[in-house]
């Protein structure tokens, strides 16, 4: 596709050069798509195939639903103050644009409560979506060196200038978690990012063990 535009005789004044710029992007954006999907793909198969795997552990119906019901609350109350913000600052701008000529305005402002409605569905109806995941299914945690496999959802720290930061125990209201903190580079430097992984009564022990093995490595 790149070069298809000299093979056609198409002028690169004529579209020529669009066309090789768009088919450039497109092949390197499917070589990352690639690498990625074969990088989840590979510690996909070694955690589940038992590979570096510090604990397997599955979780009373009672324990996962409250773990499950917290961490809904959570982030929900996590992405509601920046929704509030961005919300308040599109509305600001659509109103000023009436304001400042209310004929165009007017659209401007339509366009801006259909982009809060979009941010909305995709903010809450997402993790309402991940909820309602979590409570059909018996919650399992797989543990490895690299990754955590938590509910069929991979969570991994060895990618792209990431790293594991830390992993704490920390004892909830009505269970223990294993907090592991990781950090990855992002267009403004980096970003912290945090997950819970509730332990099963009993295993407190092994997870402080983990917890303690994951510091030192």
Not at 117 to 128: K, P, V
Request: overall charge negative; charged content about 20%; aromatic content about 12%.
């Amino acid at each position: 596709m790149i070069f298809m535009p000299g093979f056609l005789g198409v002028d690169g004044m004529s579209g020529g050069y669009a066309i090789s710029f768009v088919s450039f992007f497109g092949v390197i954006v499917g070589a990352i798509v690639v690498l990625v999907y074969n990088g989840l793909s590979s510690r996909f198969d070694a955690i589940v195939g038992g590979m570096e795997v510090l604990a397997r552990w599955t979780y009373p119906s009672e324990l996962w639903k409250k773990y499950s019901d917290a961490e809904y609350e959570e982030s929900v109350a996590e992405v509601k103050p920046l929704f509030i913000l961005t919300s308040a600052m599109c509305l600001i701008a659509g109103v000023g644009a009436v304001l400042w000529d209310p004929e165009p305005g007017i659209y401007v402002l339509g366009i801006m409560v259909f982009t809060i409605i979009l941010m909305g569905l995709a903010a809450f109806l997402t993790r309402r979506h991940l909820h309602h995941d979590n409570l059909r299914s018996l919650g399992e945690a797989i543990i490895s060196k690299k990754a955590v496999l938590l509910n069929n959802r991979l969570f991994y720290w060895d990618y792209f200038g990431s790293k594991l930061e830390k992993v704490e125990l920390r004892k909830d209201k009505d269970y223990s978690v294993l907090i592991f903190t990781t950090w990855a580079p992002t267009m403004q430097f980096g970003q912290s990012y945090s997950l819970r992984v509730p332990v099963p009564p009993g295993e407190e022990a092994r997870a402080s063990e983990i917890a303690s093995t994951m510091k030192t490595d």
